[in-house]
C-alpha cells in the first residue's frame, strides 16, 4: 500500500482528524491504554505470579530498560523506514505484547515479554519525541505538548477508571486484562498506519550518528533524568504494594488520581513553561522533587504512615510532568535536521543509568528502602544545579550561560 505524502502545509487542508497534531494526540492516548494498564497491574502480577521480591523486581526494570539504551538503533531502522511509520509499528509491537503479558508467568517468561514491550515502546517513545518537535511550531510547543499530555492523561484515566471499577466486582483475571489493553492500542496502531497520509516535515533528518559538543547540557539533563526516574518507576510503586500491602485496584486508584491531576494541570504547566521559561520550570520540578524523595525515605526511617506515602506517589508523579520542558529546550537550540538522531541519541543516553542502576538498587533495597530514596534525592539535587546553566532564552549559540561567556573569552 502506497500512502499519499503531504507537507505540514498541505496538511492543513485535511479535515482536522486527519492532521498531524490530531495524530500525535491519538498515539498519545494509545500508548497508555497499554503501558500503563501493564504498570498498573505489574507489581501485583509479578508478586502473585512469581513470586518476585525487591531482587527480581530490580533484574525486571533492568531488562525493561534495555532497548532504551539501544534506542540509538532508531537511526539506522530511519534508513529504511519513514518515521511516522516506525512510530505506529512500534506503538503496535507495545500493543501487542502487553496483550500476552500474562501467558508467561515464570521469572524467564516475564522478562522476555517485558524485553519485547519493551522495544515497542522505547522505539515509540523515541519517534514520537521527534515527531512532536517537527511538527509543532517553537512558539506553540509548550502548550501543545501540555495538551498532548493532557490527552495522553485522559486515556490512562478511563483505563485505570475500568481497573478500579470492575477489577473486584467482575473478579477480572490479569489475562483478560492484559487482553484487552493491549489488544487496544494494537487497533489504535492499525488504524493510524492505514487512515493518515505520510507527513513530511520542513526540514529533512539527519540518518547519522549526531553527537554535538553545544548539547552537552541536554545530554547531562536527560542522563540524570533517567537515572532518577528509575526508583520512581521502580520502587515508589513497589512500595506500595510490599509495606502496605495495596491491592490492584488500591494501587490503580493512585494512578487514577495522578492522570485525574495531570487532565488539568499538564496544560497549565505548559503555559508556566512558556512563562516562566525552561530553566525556572525544571528548578521547580527538581526542588520538589528533592522534598518528595526525603519524604520517602523519612517513612522508611521514621515509620510514616500510608497516607503519606500516597499522597507523595501522587505529587511525586505532578512534578515528573514538568519533564517536557526539557524537550522545549532542546527544541529551541537544535539545528532543525538534528532531531530524528538526537532523539535517539537522548533516549540512549537516558538509558545508561537504567540498564544497571534498577538491578544494583533492587540489592540496596533489601538492606535500607530509605536509602533509595536519598539517593534519588542527591540525583535531584544535581540536576538542579544542571537546570540553572540553562538561560532564560535559550537558542542557537546561547545553549547555557556560559555560552557567551566562553565565546568572548575565546575571541
Known amino acids: 500500500m502506497r500512502h499519499q ?51 527480581e523486581i530490580g533484574w525486571l526494570h533492568t531488562v525493561r530498560e534495555i532497548p532504551g539504551f539501544l534506542a540509538i538503533g532508531v537511526i539506522a531502522l530511519l534508513m529504511l523506514f519513514r518515521e511516522q511509520v516506525l512510530g505506529v509499528v512500534a506503538l503496535g509491537m507495545l500493543g501487542a505484547a502487553t496483550a500476552i503479558t500474562a501467558w508467561f508467568p515464570s521469572f524467564g517468561g516475564i522478562l522476555t515479554i517485558t524485553m519485547l514491550s519493551s522495544i515497542g515502546f522505547h522505539y515509540f517513545e523515541t519517534v514520537n519525541q521527534s515527531l512532536q518537535l517537527q511538527w509543532i511550531d517553537k512558539k506553540r510547543a509548550p502548550q501543545m505538548l501540555g495538551w498532548i499530555m493532557s490527552v495522553g492523561s485522559a486515556a490512562a484515566l478511563v483505563s485505570y477508571g475500568l481497573l478500579v471499577l ?79 500491602g495495596f491491592e490492584v485496584h488500591e494501587v490503580t486508584a493512585l494512578f487514577l488520581i495522578n492522570y485525574v491531576a495531570n487532565i488539568f494541570f499538564a496544560p497549565l504547566m505548559g503555559k508556566a513553561v512558556a512563562i516562566w521559561g525552561e530553566r525556572r520550570a525544571l528548578a521547580f520540578e527538581y526542588v520538589g522533587l528533592i522534598c518528595v524523595f526525603l519524604a520517602y525515605g523519612g517513612i522508611y526511617f521514621f515509620g510514616w504512615g500510608v497516607v503519606l506515602a500516597a499522597t507523595l506517589y501522587v505529587v511525586d508523579h505532578l512534578f515528573f510532568a514538568l519533564a517536557f520542558a526539557l524537550k522545549t529546550y532542546f527544541q529551541k537550540i537544535a539545528d532543525p535536521q538534528d532531531i530524528a538522531p538526537t532523539a535517539a541519541v ?27 530514596f536519598g539517593l534519588a534525592a542527591a540525583m535531584a539535587s544535581v540536576s538542579l544545579m544542571l537546570a540553572l546553566l540553562i538561560p532564560r532564552h535559550p537558542e542557537k549559540g546561547n545553549e547555557t550561560v556560559l555560552s557567551r561567556v566562553v565565546a568572548h573569552a575565546a575571541q
Open 166 to 244: 470492575t477489577w473486584k466486582a467482575f473478579d477480572l483475571s490479569y489475562n483478560l486484562v492484559y487482553m484487552i489493553a493491549g489488544g487496544t492500542t494494537l487497533a489504535i496502531a492499525i488504524f493510524c498506519f492505514f487512515a493518515y497520509p505520510q507527513f513530511e516535515s520542513p526540514e529533512p533528518q539527519l540518518k547519522q550518528f549526531v553527537l554535538r559538543r553545544r548539547y552537552w547540557l541536554y545530554y547531562a539533563l536527560q542522563f540524570m533524568a533517567g537515572a532518577r526516574r528509575q526508583i520512581f518507576t521502580v520502587f515508589a510503586a513497589f512500595m506500595m504494594v510490599e509495606r502496605f
Open 346 to 372: 537522548a533516549f540512549t543516553i537516558n538509558h545508561i543509568a537504567a540498564v544497571f542502576l534498577p538491578a544494583l538498587l533492587g540489592y540496596l533495597w533489601v538492606v535500607s528502602p530509605g536509602a533509595v
Open 5 to 55: 505524502i503531504l507537507t505540514l502545509e498541505e496538511a492543513r487542508a485535511q479535515p482536522f482528524w486527519r492532521r498531524p497534531i490530531f495524530l500525535l494526540m491519538l498515539m498519545a492516548a494509545a500508548m497508555p491504554i497499554a503501558f500503563f494498564t501493564w504498570s498498573a497491574l505489574l507489581n501485583n502480577f509479578v508478586i502473585e505470579a512469581a513470586g518476585f521480591t525487591g531482587v
